[in-house]
């Protein structure tokens, strides 16, 4: 008997990568969940996988025919490791790619967007997905939660703008639809919660949900670049506090029906998220 084809689940212990298996294992796919520690991840096949070092991508799509991308982490400059490999991963009998990107990235944009660009060159089943900013960002080791425990600040240079902030699970859902279901979506997909918020808005909410009293803290772009790049290179410090600033000027203020429509369910609350999560 045949061994049924895996999905290479990439950053598959990640906030979305460890949603998106859990998703896939839920529906009774096989899984290979690519890490660069090879941490085992319940109900998969655990590889060692590293965007830098292509002598670990071999194992890591033997058997695959469908993959769930994240990009290296930090990488300015993703596209010059990600498309050799995409390059690899078809000649191997990889059909269907979902890429994880931005709702800031439009294709052939800074970063990820040239992969982006490159992804229906590759892959006649494909999905970019763009979700808005995670609500995730607000929990955890992020800055914005170590911010929020030690001073008790949100700070950013979004000034008034209005971001639709989304659950990591409503991506992760969105995902593995369009990793499983019969047609790809073959689009790039905005991905948003149900409202749009200020970072004003979401300190209040964390306040009155938790009863910690948090204010958002209104930084500049420089002030905000500077801080980044105490923690990360000087080049996506900049891109991060770039998008700040897009944000101030209302580049994020939208919503989207996408995840209602390819799951069936609405999208999850900030508060509601909160009083989860936080």
Request: charged share 20%.
């Amino acid at each position: 008997m045949n061994t049924p084809a895996a999905t290479l689940v990439i950053g598959a212990t990640g906030t979305t990568g460890r949603r998106v298996a859990a998703g896939l294992i839920a529906k009774r796919y096989r899984v290979k969940a690519a890490s660069r520690s090879a941490t085992p991840v319940e109900g998969t096949q655990t590889v060692r996988f590293d965007w830098n070092e292509p002598a670990t991508y071999g194992e890591a799509l033997d058997g695959a025919d469908r993959v769930y991308l994240i990009p290296p982490i930090g990488a300015s400059a993703p596209a010059e490791v990600m498309l050799p490999f995409l390059r690899q991963a078809y000649a191997a009998g990889v059909h269907r790619a979902v890429l994880l990107s931005s709702s800031a990235i439009p294709a052939g944009g800074p970063a990820v967007g040239q992969v982006h660009q490159a992804l229906p060159r590759l892959f006649e089943q494909w999905a970019v997905l763009r979700p808005s900013w995670f609500m995730q960002n607000f929990t955890g080791s992020t800055p914005h939660a170590r911010s929020i425990r030690e001073d008790g600040a949100i700070l950013t240079a979004a000034g008034d703008g209005r971001v639709g902030f989304i659950d990591a699970e409503d991506i992760a859902a969105v995902a593995v639809h369009a990793l499983t279901d019969e047609q790809a979506p073959n689009t790039d997909l905005i991905l948003t919660g149900p409202q749009t918020l200020s970072y004003d808005d979401v300190a209040a909410i964390i306040t009155e949900a938790t009863g910690w009293p948090v204010v958002h803290r209104h930084l500049t772009f420089e002030q905000l670049r500077d801080r980044w790049a105490a923690e990360i290179p000087l080049e996506f410090a900049s891109l991060l506090a770039g998008m700040d600033r897009a944000i101030a000027d209302g580049a994020e203020d939208r919503t989207s029906d996408t995840v209602q429509r390819i799951t069936g369910r609405p999208p999850g609350t900030l508060r509601a998220f909160v009083e989860r999560e936080v």
